[in-house]
């Protein structure tokens, strides 16, 4: 489909794509309580199960925006709940450094989300898919990065 | 013969003759007036190859990562003050033995790039005079740093939004051609198998399109997150002109504000991004 100007036009049936990194011990459990306990969320987010928010790479958020994720989040233990002790910890100060990279490139920081979610709380889980969703909703597709390789 | 030439030519051939080193590393006169190459100086009677001068732009401890430098049991280094800074961060992560390198230090009143102008690291040094040698020759030079001149391009970027930053991006990454003269010249790029090179999975595309590029420049900038001593040497190499040191630049100002730490300071300091504290920022989490 394209428009009048000749770009691309969004699908009309467009759904955010989101793409989640969550940590095996809490937040993929959380998930699966949510699951367990039959909490309705959105069917927009694809979860790729990480042993520990230590193990995300900036490289998986990169892929993912390349085969056109509109969000990310990356999600794990509590601090101080960490399974390995000290993974939680460490990925914060990634966390930091990449996000503000991100920043300082123009990527906006609502198409990147992180948070902690406990092995207990399904409900936040459910919260934290379904407000992403509706930011990226909110915002359309992410252009931007996917298409950096068509537009010249 | 500048005093400082004559100073490191002495040493280096004392070191070399009385075996304290295999090698010595430093700079010689290049082709050009205005250009000197590095040189790997074996033999005591070939110590007169070795200069000195405001053209000894480059930071020599890039060669420390290469085979023939590695390979050696000991190796001696003509350094300036930033250089070492560089030697500080391999001795941090251990790559390099700190009883294998012996340090020449030489005091440095500034150099000049390519176009005969000062760098920003020039009028932002804080170690005209080293503070971490085995050897100092030259006369000791007080610093005056200008240390907001690191900052100044940084901020005039961070006042852009979000939109014209992306922009400006755009069309500096566009430029870039993937030699990786960033990476091959960068002292602190240690890899011996970059994750550029790696294409199984393929992480980062390799072709000089915008979005490989956007990649390999944001993750060449991360992983030298809280390392970058700011040698300058990525952007003096890049043959594309990309204002490398700005994401550089800016990852210290994070890292600094974040962290309260500079790079190239304290050897037995650990790097930012392989400790943490229980109180760091938590703000931006859910």
């Known amino acids: ?152 | 013969m500048s005093d400082r030439t004559a100073g490191i030519r002495a040493i280096a051939g004392k070191w070399l003759q009385d075996g304290t080193v295999e090698a010595v590393l430093g700079w010689e006169q290049g082709t050009y007036r205005d250009k000197t190459a590095p040189v790997l100086v074996r033999k005591a009677e070939e110590v007169d190859r070795l200069v000195f001068n405001e053209r000894c732009t480059n930071n020599l401890m890039t060669y420390l990562k290469r085979d023939p430098v590695r390979s050696l049991n000991t190796v001696g280094i003509v350094a300036k003050g930033c250089d070492i800074k560089a030697l500080i961060g391999l001795i941090q992560e251990s790559q390099v033995p700190r009883e294998k390198v012996k340090i020449l230090a030489v005091t440095c009143p500034g150099v000049r790039n390519a176009d005969g102008k000062r760098p920003v690291k020039c009028a932002a040094c804080d170690v005209n005079t080293p503070v971490f040698y085995d050897e100092i020759v030259g006369e000791k030079i007080a610093s005056n740093p200008d240390r907001a001149a690191r900052f100044r391009d940084v901020e005039a970027l961070e006042a852009m939004t979000p939109e014209e930053r992306h922009r400006f991006w755009r069309e500096q990454f566009d430029k870039c051609i993937r030699c990786y003269a960033c990476r091959q010249a960068c002292p602190l790029c240690i890899c011996s198998r970059c994750i550029a090179e790696k294409n199984q999975p393929q992480w980062i595309e390799t072709s000089a399109h915008p979005r490989g590029n956007f990649a390999w420049n944001l993750i060449r900038a991360y992983h030298l997150a809280g390392r970058c001593i700011e040698c300058e040497a990525c952007e003096t190499a890049c043959p594309a002109d990309i204002p490398l040191m700005l994401l550089n630049r800016y990852m210290a100002k994070v890292v600094e504000q974040s962290f309260g730490y500079e790079a190239g300071k304290d050897p037995q300091t650990q790097p930012p991004l392989r400790t943490f504290k229980l109180d760091d920022d938590n703000s931006f989490i859910l």
Do not use: Q
């Open chain 1, 1 to 152: 489909m394209t428009t009048e100007a000749g770009g691309l036009e969004a699908p009309a049936a467009w759904e955010p794509k989101i793409v989640a990194f969550i940590c095996n011990w809490c937040t993929y459990t959380g998930a699966d309580l949510a699951g367990t306990s039959r909490m309705k969320y959105p069917p927009n987010v694809r979860v790729i199960k990480i042993p520990c928010t230590g193990r995300f790479d900036p490289l998986f958020m990169l892929k993912a925006f390349e085969r056109g994720a509109d969000g990310v989040l990356v999600s794990g233990c509590h601090p101080g709940d960490c399974h390995y002790t000290a993974g939680n910890y460490n990925a914060r100060r990634k966390f930091t450094v990449w996000r503000k990279l991100l920043d300082f490139a123009g990527i906006d920081l609502d198409r990147v989300w992180f948070s902690w979610i406990s092995a207990a709380e399904g409900g936040k889980w459910v919260e934290t898919v379904r407000n992403f969703t509706e930011t990226i909703r909110a915002k359309g597709p992410f252009r931007e990065y996917g298409e950096m390789i068509d537009v010249r």
